[in-house]
């Protein structure tokens, strides 16, 4: 009896998708700890991987000690490094779903179940959180606001669906979107080119509407001129997407 309920209790395990929290931080010390706290809050059995993009304050400390582990980068990579970072790491120990947190607070872990419900149902691919529909929508800045939506607009034409939040970066993904974005991942403020990466390598995406809340401490890096820049730099790769080439991963 006491081995056919070891048996059962395998395959249970077996069938349990492993799970993966990348959350990628810069000098987040102020947050990064209720971050962790919040996704373990969520599901206990969750890995939550903090990738600390060459901090040089207590970052990988205080996420360590909130029961986090940390992959510490040897100098900042920026946004789309280390997440991509995270990604390798996932498909590196084999992990079945990852989903993309952000450390300054702003992404509600409480919502996960909410992202995820497309992804483990087998619907999609890649499910992102949008903050620009549903009965909460977020009040972004008017220039912000617009900007989003130029974006959205051009993604929308580019990918053939309808997309509201193409700069959310809270998103989970199963296997082929790990095994994608492990190899191929911008790295300059990837959240808008990633989606059409995405559509690029066949996969199945969908918006999911999110609760998201301000930034909880420290500021932004993106300053006015890093915006322009942003906004011209995500254009030309837009426009550079235009041209179709050999997907990176095919159906299996």
């Not at 947050?31 to 939550?48: S, W």
């Amino acid at each position: 009896m006491t081995h056919a309920v070891a048996l059962i209790a395998e395959d249970a395990r077996r069938d349990t998708p492993r799970c993966l929290a990348i959350v990628p931080a810069y000098n987040e010390e102020a947050t990064i700890a209720e971050v962790v706290f919040e996704v373990l809050d969520f599901d206990p059995d969750f890995q939550v991987l903090v990738v600390d993009d060459g901090s040089s304050d207590a970052t990988a400390a205080c996420a360590e000690a909130a029961g986090a582990r940390v992959l510490r980068l040897p100098l900042n990579l920026g946004i789309g490094g280390a997440v991509q970072a995270g990604y390798m790491y996932a498909l590196d120990r084999g992990y079945d779903i990852a989903v993309q947190v952000d450390g300054d607070g702003q992404h509600d872990a409480a919502e996960l179940g909410r992202l995820l419900e497309p992804v483990l149902a087998g619907q999609a691919d890649l499910a992102i959180g949008t903050r620009f529909s549903g009965i909460r929508e977020y009040r972004a800045p008017l220039a912000r606001r617009v900007g989003i939506g130029l974006f959205a607009t051009l993604v929308s034409l580019r990918v053939r669906q309808r997309m509201t939040d193409t700069t959310s970066g809270f998103r989970a993904v199963n296997r082929r979107g790990i095994r994608l974005f492990a190899v191929d991942y911008p790295h300059d403020y990837p959240e808008v080119e990633s989606v059409v990466t995405a559509a690029r390598g066949n996969l199945r995406v969908c918006e999911v509407p999110v609760f998201m809340r301000p930034r909880a401490a420290g500021r932004s890096s993106i300053t006015t001129f890093r915006s322009l820049y942003y906004v011209v730099k995500v254009l030309l790769a837009l426009f550079v997407g235009l041209f179709p080439r050999q997907p990176l991963v095919t159906d299996e």
